[in-house]
């Protein structure tokens, strides 16, 4: 198993995909608008990947399926309301309602996991987070976070909460440029690391934030800093789950560090699923060589938690071409239900709402 979640290039695999991904076994895969045109040909490629996977366990098929403007299924006809459109509405209802209609679409695309929720702290800042937040205070994240995540793991679909340590002070876009923070591994338990704290024993994944914070590490971003990921998240508020990096092609990492460097220094920084989301196939090869001289110690504890998460995933049966046409109509009715919230403001442009 080659401990990383791989981008693919489109609708259906290209025959270097297809080598590379049999030889090298990738732990997953994630998906993006780029892969999703048809549910049918979308259902058709996840059944690939899971028919090039060997051993036990099904790979990790992952996409970020948020609602709003992060969306990845607007091809076929998905759209969902945003975080902050169903936080405004306070309604547990409305919420675990979309957290079902998220499922079923999944579902019948055969996608297992999704990375979400979204626990960062609404802010003013144009930072690529505005509209994909449960609230400014921290309660009101734990409630409708929890509540959406807990429906869509009820559903059979494993989350992710991000982006750990909590970004939502950045005035950047990572997609850009890497983000400064202020701010002690104290600073962040008083606030922005809260959700994570409360929701942390039902997260079976958490996502890493690409950030700097002198104030903990002023040499290594979060992502792959050991002071982060396995000082802060794992010895000192002892999670056990997988924790993933975000893209790691992202402005705020490739500026300064190639695939293969990063996925390393992730790795050793104590993280299992580094993310490869574009050009994969351009780089699993040095991926892979430079994961090979990783200590074996190192990879047997990833390999263990990785396993654990992939032996819990399940793979549904497909909606027919009738029942998909049901569902497009319940979950457009659904979506137009939930108004847009009042004083809502035009979002900054981020690649994220984009891929």
């Known amino acids: ?13 290209t025959p270097q995909e297809r080598e590379l991904f049999t030889r090298l076994q990738p732990a997953g895969y994630i998906l993006f608008s780029r892969n999703i045109a048809d549910y ?21 098929i992952a996409i970020d399926q948020e609602g709003g403007r992060v969306v990845r299924t607007g091809g076929i006809g998905v759209e969902l309301p945003s975080a902050a459109a169903l936080a405004a509405t306070r309604s547990g209802h409305v919420i675990t309602q979309a957290a079902l209609y998220t499922a079923r679409c999944l579902d019948t695309l055969g996608v297992n996991v999704d990375l979400a929720p979204v626990l960062d702290l609404e802010s003013p800042h144009a930072n690529a987070l505005p509209s994909r937040c449960w ?21 059979g679909i494993m989350t992710c909460g991000k982006h750990f340590p909590g970004m939502g002070d950045a005035v ?6 890497l983000p400064v923070l202020t701010g002690t591994r104290d600073d962040f338990l008083r606030k922005a690391a809260i959700p994570f704290t409360a929701l942390m024993p039902e997260l079976p994944s958490v996502m890493m934030a690409h950030l700097m914070i002198p104030g903990i590490d ?28 975000d893209d790691l092609c992202m402005g705020a990492i490739a ?17 299992d699923l580094p993310l490869i989301c574009h050009d994969a196939v351009q780089h699993l090869e040095a991926v892979a060589k430079a994961v090979s001289g990783l200590p074996a110690p190192l ?16 793979t549904h049966p497909s909606m027919s071409f009738l029942e998909w046409n049901d569902y497009l109509k319940a979950v457009d009715t659904f979506t137009r239900s939930v108004p847009i919230p009042d004083g809502a403001h035009p979002l900054p442009a981020s690649p994220v709402q984009q891929y």
Do not use: K
């Open 255 to 271: 500026q300064q560090y190639t695939p293969e460097q990063a996925v390393a220094l992730a790795l050793q920084a104590g993280c």
């Open 40 to 60: 049918e040909l979308t259902r058709e490629l996840t059944d690939e990947l899971r028919r090039l996977t060997q051993g036990p366990w099904l790979p990790i």
């Open 172 to 177: 950047s876009d990572p997609h850009f440029t």
């Open 299 to 314: 990879l047997r504890d990833v390999a263990q938690r990785v396993d654990h998460f992939r032996m819990q995933l399940v």
């Open 135 to 155: 609230g400014r205070e921290t309660d009101d994240v734990i409630s409708y976070a929890g509540m959406w995540n807990r429906a869509l793991y009820r559903h």
């Open 1 to 13: 198993m080659l401990p990383v979640l791989a981008g693919i290039e489109g609708v259906e695999l």
């Open 218 to 245: 002023p040499e290594l971003p979060t992502s792959l800093s050991p002071l982060v990921v396995q000082g802060f998240l794992r010895d000192q508020l002892g999670y056990e789950g997988v924790v993933f990096t």
